[in-house]
């Protein structure tokens, strides 16, 4: 049997933030200090089963990145940048709990870093730019809010619910910049 649910549309609140702080402290041109807060939230006029909060709200996020950047940095590279990131993702308890739709997440927190550079010929031609990326570096067990897996069975290697997200990661990205010439 196909289990169906008949919804009547009812009126709501949402409403959300983003704010953003770019500081580039003079005569400090190089260092680049970034926050970014965003902030959704989402109420029912009339509560259903004693759930008055919109469902599949994300968690309220926080990411600060301090960045370094040095335009040229030897003859054949330029663009040079070092970054770290801190990425905080604060818990959501704010859900839509009637017919078991979702659960309440736990905050965390991840710490990012990276670094690249393009690298150029002596007529000043990038030949190719790369960036190196660690995600995740605390090796921290999160679940995102949003992710359906979450709500998987239990995991019998490690007795915890569902699929968490990604652990510690790294990655590298080569750019390889193609121009072609039309006659």
Known sequence: MLTAFKFDQQKANLYGLEASIDIHPHPLDWLHVQNVFSLVAGQLKEAISNSKYLPFIPAPRLLTECRVDFKKFKKAIRNFYVKLELDNTFAQ??????????????GYTLLNAGLGADFVSKNGNTIFSINLVGSNLGDISYQNHLSRLKYASENLATGRMGVFNMGRNFS???????????K
């Open 172 to 182: 590298i990205k080569l750019n390889f910049p193609l121009s072609f010439k039309v």
């Open 93 to 106: 308890n704010n859900i839509f709990s009637a017919y078991n739709t979702e659960t309440a997440t736990r």
